[in-house]
């Protein structure tokens, strides 16, 4: 059973950075996509980055230039460094895994809060 388990989250002040690590516990398929969602109060969970296997990555329009999403496949972790941190990113950040055998998987969270 593969989970997904993130850390780094935090309470940051605008202006400053933080770096969210996801590691895949458990085998995954070699074909993958590794990314990051977000969840604010009272809004939807929306798409902040995703990279596949292969490198290719996709952004939020809202986070480009300012957040970077990478991956390690021999540790199957994806990281996001975050810069630039605005009030408007506070949010509980999710990791999520797509491939052949999990359509969609989840991490539990980690909140993520920028004070102005």
């Known amino acids: 059973q593969v989970q997904l388990v993130e850390s780094g989250g935090g309470s940051v002040q605008s202006g400053g950075s933080l770096r969210l690590s996801c590691a895949a516990s458990g085998t995954t398929a070699s074909i993958n996509t590794m990314g990051w969602y977000r969840q604010a109060p009272g809004k939807q969970r929306e798409l902040v980055a995703v990279i596949s296997s292969g490198g290719s990555t996709n952004y939020a329009n809202s986070v480009k230039g300012r957040f970077t999403i990478s991956r390690d496949i021999a540790k199957n972790t994806v990281y996001l460094l975050m810069n630039s941190l605005k009030p408007e990113d506070t949010a509980v950040y999710y990791c999520?895994?797509?491939?052949?055998?999990?359509?969609?998987?989840w991490g539990q969270g980690t909140q993520v809060t920028v004070s102005s």
């Open positions: 999520n895994l797509r491939d052949y055998y999990h359509p969609e998987l």
